[in-house]
């Protein structure tokens, strides 16, 4: 390893300190794949619901989950009724790493187990008609997921999006990047700098692992690892009443405050397992050897590099909920409801670190390298920037039906979300100059959300119930708003390495599965058990190439939700 002078590293460091105080735009959650995240929830909420897929929220559900969607259901209630639960979440992702030059199969499994549920209802006694208020708790989405993959690619490395696309070098010998993640990548030894190069009039800029090099010929091979993990979970109280406006015709609205968080974390790690050497005879060099060597840079002997990044958010928001729920026969409820956009606020930390392990300098040292190599660069932290910015949720309006045969109900619900009427704002920085790029990645991201597909999601159940016990099986469908227009490359801001979006529109889809059921333990207990089942596919893009084919996972994940609760009528 050749040292850098050290008025330059002295000067790099400080303009990289001050540089790491700043935003870094495009680096932080501000995506198209946040929006989708934020704006979604489980189909269903609550004991019973659960095992439905959240049928029947439509059309007017007689418990405080009505509060869910429909809060005109409330009205239905004829006694009081208290209800909780407790909540198992279990995730699993199985994985096709494909590089350009193989692929490996794997899976990854996260849980976790909390308090699902917590609500109330209190039922006014009136002379006719019905008034009813409640309040209620509800775990609303989770976030936990996670893969592990690790594959041979002979093709490129991630270090090749490392480099920068915009600097200026000043005479006393500082360079001054267009993005603090070409710092970063600068100063952790993934790229260096040849001043010969940018003296001759050329790119000077080179990339610590190149296999289409020259000088390699085809004999580098790197190993890659992509560790990812996300959790994290989205809650919301709610407050609300319904009213008979007439015979058998209820008016409900309800107020909801959202709130929790999502950590995602990466570790990436890219080695360089062909052992490529300086060549014998610098004078004449023969391929392969280091392609560092006799580029003028001040690294030789790329061995490893290290990536890590993490997003911490917190959110915050509120909505409204209004509904109808009437009965024109004994056997037929219908209902229609409408649920306002959810106004969330969102702060962040988050960061990337960067480190490299380096071989020896085996044409000046004459030594063998150690096994594990030398210590290199490290650069970067995961906690060095914030940011806050707001988002609000797509309109959402509904509509359901529930009809009754004997001890048989059949549900059935339908809502539509129009993607287009989304946004997100950010405030200012104090920055004129930082504001303007923020600006930027605001309104291209606009661009994209206008571009999404409106969608119908739909929910179906049935459910058998007698005074002693009940079943229930529901099922419902989401269909992902992606469009090609959406997720065009030209259309996104400047990407964080491994978002998960990429030129190829994924199907993301969801499929709910779910069954439960319920055990009188007295003439005022009920015991539930519920299970739903979320399938979906993705892709994760380890790095985005101009050019190329880039590691890609593909992802099948099974996220199941059990639920066990009590509902006690005082």
């Known amino acids: 390893m050749i040292p850098l002078p050290r008025a330059s590293v002295l000067a790099c460091l400080l303009l990289g300190g001050l540089l790491a105080m700043l935003p870094l735009s495009g680096a932080h959650g501000q995506t198209l794949d946040d929006v989708l995240r934020y704006s979604n929830s489980f189909p269903a909420a609550g004991a019973n619901i659960t095992g439905l897929a959240g049928a029947g929220l439509s059309s007017g559900r007689d418990a405080p989950a009505a509060l869910f969607a429909n809060p005109a259901g409330l009205g239905w209630i004829s006694s009081s009724v208290l209800g909780g639960n407790f909540t198992l979440h279990r995730t699993r992702t199985d994985t096709r790493f494909a590089t350009p030059d193989a692929t490996a199969f794997g899976d990854r499994a996260v849980s976790d187990y909390r308090l699902g549920s917590l609500s109330g209802a209190y039922s ?38 490392l480099l920068p696309s915009g600097f200026d070098v000043f005479d006393d010998g500082t360079i001054e990047f267009n993005t603090v993640r070409s710092r970063i990548a600068f100063e952790a030894g993934a790229t260096d700098f040849s001043r010969g190069v940018f003296e001759n009039g050329n790119y000077p800029f080179f990339q610590g ?73 610098p004078q004449n060099p023969q391929p392969p050897y280091d392609p560092y060597f006799l580029s003028g840079t001040a690294l030789e002997g790329f061995q490893e590099l290290r990536i890590e990044e993490r997003i911490e958010a917190e959110l915050t928001g509120v909505s409204v909920r209004t509904g109808l729920s009437a009965q024109p026969i004994d056997a037929l409820r219908v209902g229609l409801h409408l649920e306002s956009p959810t106004w969330v606020s969102i702060d962040e930390v988050f960061g990337t670190a960067m480190e490299t392990t380096l071989d020896c300098d085996f044409s000046r040292s004459g030594t063998s390298c150690p096994v594990g ?49 989304a946004e997100v704002d950010a405030g200012n920085t104090g920055s004129e100059d930082i504001d303007r790029a923020i600006e930027r990645i605001v309104v291209d991201l606009n661009r994209q959300i206008r571009e999404l597909d409106p969608t119908f999601n739909t929910r179906v159940g049935l459910e058998y119930e007698t005074d002693l016990f009940g079943l229930r099986v529901g099922s419902a469908y989401r269909p ?60 994760f893009v380890s790095y985005a190439l101009e050019t190329g084919t880039a590691p890609v996972v593909r992802e099948d994940l099974r996220r199941n939700r059990i639920t066990l609760g009590i509902t006690y009528r005082p």
């Open 480 to 539: 992902s708003p992606l469009t090609d227009e959406a997720v065009a490359p030209n259309r996104r801001p400047p990407s964080q390495i491994g978002r998960q979006l990429s030129s190829t529109v994924p199907d993301r889809s969801q499929l709910f599965l779910s069954a439960g059921a319920s055990v009188a333990l007295s003439d005022k207990a009920t015991l539930n058990i519920n299970w739903l089942q979320e399938h979906s596919e993705d892709r």
């Open 209 to 281: 692992a190149n296999p289409n090099d020259p000088a390699v010929d085809g004999a580098m091979t790197l190993d890659q690892q992509d560790d990812v993990r996300a959790f994290g979970q989205m809650n919301e109280v709610s407050v609300g009443g319904a009213a008979a406006i007439g015979p058998d015709v209820m008016l409900g609205a309800g107020l909801n405050v959202a709130f929790g968080s999502y950590t995602y974390e990466r570790f990436f790690r890219e080695t360089e397992t062909s052992g490529l050497l300086p060549p014998e005879d």
């Open 373 to 421: 190599g030398v210590p290199g660069f490290e650069s970067g932290s995961l906690t060095s920037n914030e940011f806050e910015y707001d988002l609000r949720t797509p309109w959402r309006i509904g509509a359901g039906l529930q009809y009754r045969v004997a001890d048989l109900t059949i549900l059935g619900d339908v809502e539509f979300m129009d993607w287009t009427t």
């Open 124 to 161: 006014f006694p009136t002379a006719q008609g019905a008034f009813v208020i409640a309040a209620a708790y509800h775990q609303t989405d989770t976030y936990g997921r996670g893969l592990d993959v690790r594959g041979e690619n002979r093709s490129n490395s991630i270090s090749r999006t």
